[in-house]
T-cell receptor, first 115, second 112 residues
Framework: GAVVSQHPSRVICKSGTSVKIECRSL??????MFWYRQFPKQSLMLMAT?????????EQGVEKDKFLINHASLTLSTLTVTSAHPEDSSFYIC???????????FGQGTRLTVV | QKEVEQNSGPLSVPEGAIASLNCTYS??????FFWYRQYSGKSPELIMS????GDKEDGRFTAQLNKASQYVSLLIRDSQPSDSATYLC????????????FGAGTRLFVKA
């Protein structure tokens, strides 16, 4: 399968600070990128979908000013959690595909802990 | 509301047995179907994709799709303890662009 690199894999930050998570496709052009969060023993929750060069589409209930998504190129998307709070502690995962009805591949995930 | 439903389990099978995981979906215009495996604390890993009715085999895994019944399943033959994980069913829906909906996952335990 395709190679998707997500980092950092783990991050601990203080309340009120911002954290940036990067997701890169290493061997294909990722026209569409998805960001998910997952709480322990729960399913994936889609946060937003972004297409290269355009603004992300956020799911209902996800604050776009808090979770900033940038998809500036076909190989890189970033998610910035701004003014993080302990309730933002979760597992964040990116998922990339090359557009349309194709397979998509997950990054390794980022375990965010806000203290 | 488009939905993908899975039995949350846990499903427990002995080593060497066949594990059968099931998934139903609500929308008849669903385009493609995927099975992901997720180990605890790890990201999901794509193990099978299927696009047309029938069976698709890959090693010990067989995906079965029946669009008329809106049903997709995953069979794991010769189950191994290393297969113990949560299996996520995902369906692509066409809604002015493709959107993927994930089931809640089925936890599988393979007992040695």
């Amino acid at each position: 399968g395709a190679v998707v690199s997500q980092h950092p894999s783990r991050v601990i930050c203080k309340s009120g600070t911002s954290v940036k998570i990067e997701c890169r496709s290493l061997d294909f052009q990722a026209t569409t990128m998805f960001w998910y969060r997952q709480f322990p023993k729960q399913s994936l929750m889609l946060m937003a979908t972004s297409n290269e060069g355009s603004k992300a589409t956020y799911e209902q209930g996800v604050e776009k000013d808090k979770f900033l998504i940038n998809h500036a190129s076909l190989t890189l998307s970033t998610l910035t959690v701004t003014s993080a709070h302990p309730e933002d502690s979760s597992f964040y995962i990116c998922r990339l595909n090359s557009g349309g009805n194709t397979e998509a591949f997950f990054g390794q995930g980022t375990r965010l802990t806000v203290v | 509301q488009k939905e993908v439903e899975q039995n949350s389990g846990p499903l427990s099978v002995p080593e060497g047995a066949i594990a059968s995981l099931n998934c139903t979906y609500s929308d008849r215009v669903s385009q493609s179907f995927f099975w992901y495996r997720q180990y605890s604390g790890k990201s999901p890993e794509l193990i099978m994709s299927i696009y047309s009715n029938g069976d698709k085999e890959d090693g010990r895994f067989t995906a079965q799709l029946n669009k008329a019944s809106q049903y997709v399943s995953l069979l794991i033959r010769d189950s191994q303890p290393s297969d113990s994980a949560t299996y996520l069913c995902a369906v692509n829906f066409l809604t002015g662009g493709f959107k993927t909906i994930f089931g809640a996952g089925t936890r599988l335990f393979v007992k040695a």
